[in-house]
């Protein structure tokens, strides 16, 4: 392999497992969709890193670089997203009702529309991440030598860096869908609903004051 792409990987491997937005949006949805909810949710985040690393080998990215303005938009249109999140697992949390499986309680038209829901949250989600734009922006073409096709290249690296994603999303997804299974007492289910909740407030509310 080439050593670029070994040194891409270890990067993106690091980056990949870094505690952020990505993480706690799936744990919401694990308490409080299932299973299916939350690989539903790492479906539409993998999407959404294949959408940067396009719009950067296009040059789409370069206006949030360039454009104060746009960066702006982006910005607090993802701090928005992240913050109504975060309200509305902090208002399931309040509910009094809160059922031990959720994949068990849906028919199948809610648990197809919950599948919906959490593949755009994920999606929406990561595209609305100025950070992420900037990431594939400013860090693909590092390793992307002169002469090379930027897009074949830019969607190789990404395929890479969606691997390692899905890899450790599953892996992080299935530990808590496991502890979820042990929580059978409702205040503790909530509290936990209420902890993600807050926590996706408060990624929206850092995401607000990024500085290009």
């Known amino acids: 392999m080439d050593a670029r792409y070994l040194a891409f990987a270890g990067i993106a491997a690091v980056l990949t497992i870094t505690p952020g937005a990505d993480m706690a949006l799936v744990a919401k949805n694990v308490f409080t969709r299932g299973r299916k909810g939350s690989f539903a949710t790492i479906a539409g985040i993998?999407?959404?890193?294949?959408?940067?690393?396009?719009?950067?080998?296009?040059?789409?990215?370069?206006?949030?670089?360039?454009?104060?303005?746009?960066?702006?938009?982006?910005?607090?249109?993802?701090?928005?997203?992240?913050?109504?999140?975060?309200?509305?697992?902090?208002?399931?949390?309040?509910?009094?009702?809160?059922?031990?499986?959720?994949?068990?309680?849906e028919g199948p038209a809610k648990a197809g529309a919950g599948w919906r829901g959490s593949y755009l949250e994920g999606l929406f989600t990561n595209l609305l991440n100025p950070k992420v734009a900037l990431f594939y922006l400013t860090f693909l073409p590092q390793f992307i030598a002169p002469?090379?096709?930027v897009l074949r290249v830019s969607l190789l690296l990404a395929s890479l860096h969606v691997a390692m994603g899905l890899i450790w999303l599953t892996i992080y997804s299935a530990a808590l869908h496991k502890l979820n299974a042990t929580l059978t007492r409702g205040g503790v289910r909530r509290g936990i609903e209420a902890a993600t909740g807050g926590l996706l407030m408060a990624l929206g509310a850092r995401l607000a004051f990024v500085k290009r």
């Open 46 to 105: 993998c999407s959404g890193l294949f959408v940067h690393a396009t719009a950067s080998a296009l040059g789409l990215s370069a206006i949030l670089a360039e454009s104060a303005r746009a960066f702006e938009i982006v910005k607090w249109a993802g701090a928005a997203y992240l913050f109504y999140l975060g309200v509305r697992a902090l208002l399931r949390a309040w509910r009094k009702s809160s059922p031990a499986s959720l994949d068990l309680a």
């Open 147 to 149: 002469g090379d096709p």
